[in-house]
């Protein structure tokens, strides 16, 4: 590892610690936070981001029309009653929902026979959901338990235009001709995606813990997302800590905020609003949620190369993506929320790895440690860098492109969290 001369060298400077219901885009969180908001909490979900192709051609560019979409996500908080969140956040017209349902999800684009449920908004079958807006649907009775995988499927008579979506889901999701939405069987749903359309959240109410703000937010980019862990295994880092607590026998909910790509003071036009702006959108409108966790960085330091997928973005010093750091710290403060830092993962051997680069991870992993501008603090760094080399992932944890770990490297970084501190 560098040594602080080194960083000097390098000229970095290290700052000194110091019913139905609709939510506008610009929406802040309420000051009750949601936890006595009728016992609803979040179980799952994923950040919307406006419709790109930057890697493979997806659905979220053409929309759907006379369609059904199927996705099945793994809550990790139960309850007696389930809601959805659907967003049109990036949507350029209103969006036409003409019908939705859950059920417990079975094989592939299957259900399990008897388990689905037809979801309702202000008592009606379908919805329009404002463009730039976000929809809550009714309260349905449907028993979850912790880790349990449920299908939520939408059907879409009319054109949508370019759909709001969530790029990078590492999973999978269907997609049928004509109206689906109560089928059992998965025969109907012949095309595929990796993608999450519309679907940004599932709430659940009536389980043991719904009046606690015990609920956890991961933050952060591609390596919170679950790049390079395997498809439908639910590998990411926030679904092993998911399964860490729920193994103690107290489950609570961990809600995967990343996104592929994101950084913390620059937009994007592939990978989201940047983290000091999405913040307010994706985290403190969140229901029972006491902690987040907050990995990012990386995207912005290696982002002004030109291997950034989608071009460079404007080159961010170590003090900027600091300064970035401590505004998402003062709005996560603001609503009663403690954050949990994260030192950034290793870079050597990637298409971000040049010595200037390595320096600025060095110099903002040193802040992060030793500042104290958080609540506490996760070694994410040390947790997956091979001993040998601290600069690069250890070989057992990598994924492939020494950047993103894999499967073993997610759980690595899991089960460094300290669960009782969270």
Known sequence: MKTTSTLRR?????????????????????PSHGARAAGWHGAW???PQSATAPFAPNWSQTGFADQTVRQTVRVTAGGTRARIELSNRYGSTPLKVTGATVARA?????????????????????????????????????????????????????????????????????????????DTAGTAFTETSGSWYYLSG?????????????????????????????????????????ERLAATG??????????????VTNDTTWAGEKAVARFKKDVLT?????????????????????????????????????????????????????????????????FYFTPENEAKREAFNAWVRTSGAYDSVVDFDRAVADPSD????????????????????????AEALDVDRL
């Open 390 to 413: 601290p600069d690069r992932i250890l070989p057992a944890y990598d994924s492939g492109d020494h950047l993103h770990p894999g499967d073993a490297g997610y759980r690595a970084m």
């Open 286 to 350: 969140e229901k029972g949620v006491g902690t987040v966790i907050l990995l990012e960085g990386i995207n912005d330091i290696g982002g002004s190369g030109p291997a950034f997928p989608g071009g460079p973005t404007p080159e961010v010093s170590v003090n900027q993506l600091i300064e970035g750091h401590r505004t998402l710290i003062r709005q996560a403060h603001a609503h009663g929320i403690k954050v949990v830092g994260a030192t950034l993962t290793p870079i050597k051997g990637s």
């Open 250 to 263: 107290r489950p609570r909910a961990v809600l995967n905020h990343g996104i592929g790509g994101n950084e």
């Open 202 to 242: 599932v709430e659940v109410s009536g389980g043991p813990r719904t009046a606690r703000r015990d609920g956890i937010v991961a933050f952060g980019d591609s390596i919170t997302d679950g790049v390079g862990s395997t498809t439908d295994a639910d590998n990411r880092y926030p679904d092993e800590l998911a």
């Open 45 to 47: 979900a994923a950040s």
């Open 10 to 30: 390098a000229g970095i400077t290290l700052l000194a610690a110091t019913t139905l219901t609709a939510i506008p885009t610009a929406a802040t969180a309420d």
């Open 106 to 182: 079975a094989e592939g684009g299957a259900v399990r026979p008897g388990s689905v449920r037809t979801l309702t908004f202000g008592g009606r079958d379908s919805v329009t959901v404002p463009a730039g807006g976000t929809l809550i649907s009714d309260g349905v009775p449907f028993r979850t338990t912790a880790l349990e995988p449920v299908t939520v499927t939408l059907y879409l008579a009319g054109p949508t235009g370019p759909a709001t979506f969530h790029h990078m889901a590492a999973a999978t999701s269907y997609r049928a001709a004509g109206d689906h939405r109560a």
